[in-house]
């Protein structure tokens, strides 16, 4: 995969390229500053971009607007924001965005560089890839509409699980519950949010992003085996 790279730490930067092109990836780019990355995005042609978000000059949010501006210039292109904090103001902005293909993890959390470069691939794959972290902050900041009242609490927490990109089986095993029942309050959910099927079978992402726009975490944490909240 050709992979372009935007980080102004040089020894991070160098160790990306390193654990990159190991793992059989081209690096096609690696900047210490969002400044040229339009014009190098559309020289380089990436297949997937990597960007901090606190870049030079201010270390505020360059790196996050700049993923801003790529993907309303290429919409296809996907993009993973990598960074020790959540900048909430854009971050919003990004993730309920009309498209997938994008991840926002957090550096002190990627423990395993395997699972790191899994999450590269599925994101090149359409995917959104979202640290826990990251949900849980921009949960914080948004109210619940009218579509989310409608949810049992037991979906709101089938729901916070899709958010953090969980599988079914991963659902049903954090929830105490059969896969089946999982299915049934995912169906529950699509129907109240009125996400109805397309031919992409983009209901699971979007309604991650309802649940990121609108949803709060439910207060006392996910139900245990009986049904009780922990």
Same mark, same amino acid.
């Given at each position: ?16 390229? /390193? ?26 042609? &990436? @297949? ?8 030079? &000059?201010? +270390? ?9 501006? *790529? ?13 020790? !904090?959540?900048? @909430? %103001? ?13 991840? !926002? *993890? ?10 790191? *470069? ?13 640290? &826990? ?10 109210? /619940?509409?009218?579509?989310?009242? %409608?949810?049992?609490? %037991? ?23 059969? @896969?089946?029942?999982?299915?049934? !309050?995912?169906?529950?959910? +699509? ?31 996910? &139900? ?7």
């Amino acid at each position: 995969m050709r992979i372009l790279i935007c980080e102004d730490s040089t020894l991070l930067r160098e160790g990306l390229v /390193r654990v990159l092109e190991d793992a059989g990836h081209t690096v096609v780019a690696a900047l210490p500053h969002a400044g040229d990355i339009v014009e190098t995005v559309t020289a380089s042609a &990436p @297949e997937l971009c990597i960007l901090d978000v606190r870049l030079p &000059p201010t +270390f505020t949010d360059e790196g996050i607007r700049a993923a801003l501006t *790529l993907r309303a210039q290429h919409p296809t292109l996907p993009v993973l924001v990598l960074s020790q !904090y959540v900048e @909430e %103001r854009y971050a919003s902005d990004l993730i309920t965005g009309q498209n997938a293909a994008l991840g !926002y *993890l957090l550096k002190d959390r990627v423990a395993d560089v395997k699972d790191f *470069l899994d999450s590269i691939d599925r994101i090149a794959a359409g995917a959104t890839v979202l640290d &826990p972290e990251v949900v849980a902050q921009l949960l914080t900041r948004r109210a /619940r509409d009218e579509r989310m009242s %409608r949810l049992t609490d %037991r979906e709101r927490s089938v729901l916070a699980l899709i958010a953090e990109g969980k599988s079914n089986a991963a659902i049903a095993t954090a929830l105490f519950v059969s @896969e089946a029942s999982v299915e049934k !309050y995912i169906t529950s959910l +699509f129907q109240k949010l009125g996400l109805e099927q397309d031919e992409h079978g983009n209901r699971r992402v979007l309604a991650a992003l309802v649940h990121l726009e609108h949803g709060t975490s439910p207060a006392a944490g996910h &139900p245990d085996q009986n049904g009780t909240n922990r």
